[in-house]
């Protein structure tokens, strides 16, 4: 292995903390756009009253509460599990039925975040999260 590669290699913990952050933070916006309308959404979401139907108040909640718990790397794992099982759901619930291809049915992000949560289920939070800072401290114990 080059000295180049063991440099790269040394940094991918960090890196993949660096992804986690980066995705976090973009699927949070879902959420609270969703539930607080922040940033501003373009179109109105919900009924004309501005009231969420139930399968988009769960979404919102599981976009911004589940993002928050990413973003901290706290039980990555499990969310990254139940947030990838959500965003097949989303995919084939509202995007799937508008045609096949991705790019054209507006479910290209829906599939990309699903696959980058379940590449996390496998890979953990990274160096950078709260999982491994707990795993640091049990282990100093």
Known sequence: MSKLEQSLTAWAPRILSVLRIVAALLYMQHGLQKLINFPEATRPMGGPDGSLPPLMLIGGILEAGGGGLFLLG?????????????????????HAPRGFFPINNGGDLAVLFCFVYLYFVFAGAGSWGLDAMLARKKSAV
């Open 74 to 94: 706290l039980f990555t794992r499990p969310v990254a599990f139940i947030l990838c099982g959500m965003m097949a759901v989303a995919y084939f619930m509202a």
